[in-house]
């Protein structure tokens, strides 16, 4: 069950009974993943931008639903616009990579006396899922900081915030997906005990 912190009303129940946990996690890989994959630096970021501008022209329908978890309105806006004030951050973090899937990164590096074995590092997105698991403060800058950072990197994620406050995250996982700007399984959101998401790593 979901409360209202400020009149102990009924909002909603929330599982995740019943969920296959490993698919969850396969559809991420295979499909969010794999999309990301494609992109470039540079692609990614100009994604996390639109995501940014779309969410800050809706900021304000989200107070409503953050001042039932018991927030302030400081606390709101540290919570929504901060979160999405993240998100521009992040993006503006594409100009520092090249317009490529993969970057190179510092200077090669001689291993060997004549020159027969050298080493550089390479940095390409992980064939993986992040699994975000988030407290019940800030539910909506939990979330956003955190797949800001694997978005940029072309990793899908899977966000569980705690089920107290999470019908907040999922007003703006709503919102998120319905805008079409994530590709396929590059988010998906979960609402309920944790501990067992972990059973599909």
Known sequence: PQYNAITGALIGTCSTDGLDFGAIMDYGRNT?????????????GLMLKKLA??????????YADSYKTGATRTDSWID???????????ASLRRQFPN?????????ANLSKEGTFIGHHI??????VAVHINAF???IWGMLEKIAVNLLAGVPAVVKPSELTSFLTEA???DIIASGLLPDGALTFLQGDGVVILDGV
Do not use: W
Request: a positive charge; glycine letters at 14%; charged letters at 20%.
């Open 32 to 44: 969010g993943g794999k999309a990301l994959r494609q992109m470039t630096f540079y692609e990614r």
């Open 53 to 62: 501008l779309h969410l800050h022209g809706m900021r304000k329908k989200y």
């Open 80 to 90: 929504i616009d901060g979160g999405i004030g993240t998100l521009f951050a992040y």
């Open 100 to 108: 490529s899937k993969v970057y190179v990164d510092g200077q090669m």
């Open 123 to 128: 940095m390409t997105p992980r064939h993986g």
């Open 137 to 139: 403060n800030f539910p």
């Open 172 to 174: 703006m996982v709503r």
